[in-house]
């Protein structure tokens, strides 16, 4: 807010968690800008409840985390493609199909081509 008041302009929208009364955690989105009330110099302040879409942004990212971790688990080589057939994801047992292991970096020189661009 202070950024705001020195140099005239809005502050871009940031999430905030914040404790009610009853003890339960609420998320809000805050933006705020410069303006004048009754000529006076103000400071117009914007606070949006996104509680929900937190929840389903938490749950969301709970479900492809085990997603990711069910196609990891898999001992068969699996390759991830969306709707545009394009394949998205791998699991390392695609890296070791061959019969020897691969780190990190081999992975990524040796499939992440793939990633984006092999359709199927």
Not at 16 to 25: A, N, R, S, V
Not at 74 to 97: C, G, M, Q, S, Y
């Amino acid at each position: 807010m202070n950024q705001m008041s020195l140099q005239g302009k809005a502050v871009p929208a940031l999430e905030e968690k914040f404790i009610k009364l009853d003890g339960t955690p609420i998320y809000v989105e805050a933006t705020a800008m410069p303006m004048l009330y009754q000529g006076n110099p103000s400071i117009m302040v914007v606070i949006k409840d996104i509680t929900e879409r937190k929840s389903a942004e938490e749950k969301l990212k709970a479900t492809h985390q085990r997603l990711l971790d069910i196609i990891e688990f898999l001992p068969d080589p699996v390759f991830v493609v969306n709707k545009e057939r394009t394949v998205i994801a791998w699991n390392r047992a695609v890296e070791t199909h061959d019969g020897r292991a691969q780190g990190k970096d081999a992975r990524t020189k040796r499939f992440g081509m793939l990633k984006g661009v092999l359709r199927l």
